[in-house]
């Protein structure tokens, strides 16, 4: 996906998101590393107040496959209960760490709790995960740019590309 691509969906998320939650001062919860760039283009496309807060969960370790495990590296910091809660991703896969991340949410008994994402790969889903706002689905290739990493590498990409590997 081209830059030009990204800046006109998260132009289209932006105004879906701002008709659901204008009046309701959400927290955002980024899940970092990689989907901070999408949140800062994300909220600056919102026009009403929100928090904005971030979670550090890992399954990756440094492949480019998941571990099947989800850890907390870190936790909140803000309180949500009887709060709207919007997260914000960069990638939703295998569906485990989404999942895992809106149990752990639930547990501070939020008002609601809806999911944005950039991209998903619906193939690669062992979790249902219910996508409320959704910019690109992409198929069964690693992916980086605009945040997107391997191995810590190539966030700083504008376009979203697809590493191949050597044949």
């Known amino acids: 996906m081209e830059r030009h691509q990204i ?3 998260v132009e289209q998320l932006a105004a879906g998101i701002s008709k659901d939650y204008c009046d309701k001062q959400p927290v955002l919860i980024s899940v970092l590393k990689g989907s901070f760039i999408f949140l800062a283009d994300l909220i600056r496309r919102l026009d ?3 928090e904005v807060d971030f979670v550090t969960l890992a399954s990756y370790g440094r492949g480019k496959e998941s571990s099947g495990r989800v850890e907390v590296v870190q936790g909140l910091r803000c309180g949500i209960k009887g709060r709207h809660v919007l997260v914000v991703e960069d990638i939703i896969d295998t569906g485990l760490t989404t999942s895992f991340l809106l149990d752990y949410l639930s547990k501070e008994k939020p008002a609601s709790i809806k999911v944005c ?12 995960v219910t996508i ?3 910019g690109f689905t992409v198929p069964d290739v690693f992916l980086v740019g605009y945040g997107l990493d391997c191995n810590e590498q190539f966030r700083h990409l504008p376009d979203i590309c697809c590493i191949r590997e050597k044949e």
Not at 117 to 128: D, E, F, M, Y
């Open 132 to 134: 409320d706002y959704l």
């Open 48 to 50: 009403f107040p929100l």
């Open 7 to 9: 800046a006109a969906t």
């Open 117 to 128: 994402a950039l991209t998903s790969k619906p193939s690669r889903r062992q979790n249902p």
